[in-house]
């Protein structure tokens, strides 16, 4: 079983909205960090977001004012709230989670849900 799987991609036009979800079966006692990467085909992967357990949200320049990183600690589960969706956010996404705080490595990772942008 996974440790970390994400859920909620799909196929949606421009300027359409859609909501991943991402559900970690381990448990951080105290410090972690979780945030969602993405790669398009022919492309390296890129951070989107990352949110820590001091509070501390990045966004990449992107997606700011679109994408929005959010944790309900009683589910274990992260979310990522995307709005306005463009054809260049069509990638693959992925949740990654690790018990370090500083979002520079990540020790577990999902296998990836689809999202794809057309008209």
């Known amino acids: 079983q996974a440790r970390v799987e994400e859920s909620g991609g799909g196929s949606v036009q421009p300027g359409g909205s859609l909501t991943l979800s991402c559900t970690a079966r381990?448990?951080?006692?105290?410090?972690?960090?979780m945030g969602w990467f993405r790669q398009a085909p022919g492309k390296e992967r890129e951070s989107v977001t990352t949110?820590?357990?001091?509070?501390?949200?990045t966004y990449a320049d992107s997606v700011k004012g679109r994408f929005t990183i959010s944790r309900d600690a009683a589910k274990n589960t992260l979310y990522l709230g995307m709005n306005n969706l463009k054809p260049e956010d069509t990638a693959m996404y992925y949740c990654?989670?690790?018990?370090?705080?500083?979002?520079?490595?990540?020790?577990?990772w999902g296998q990836g849900t689809q999202v794809t942008v057309s008209s």
């Open positions: 990654a989670a690790d018990p370090r705080p500083g979002c520079n490595a990540y020790n577990y």
């Open positions: 381990i448990t951080f006692p105290q410090s972690y960090c």
């Open positions: 949110l820590n357990s001091d509070g501390r949200e």
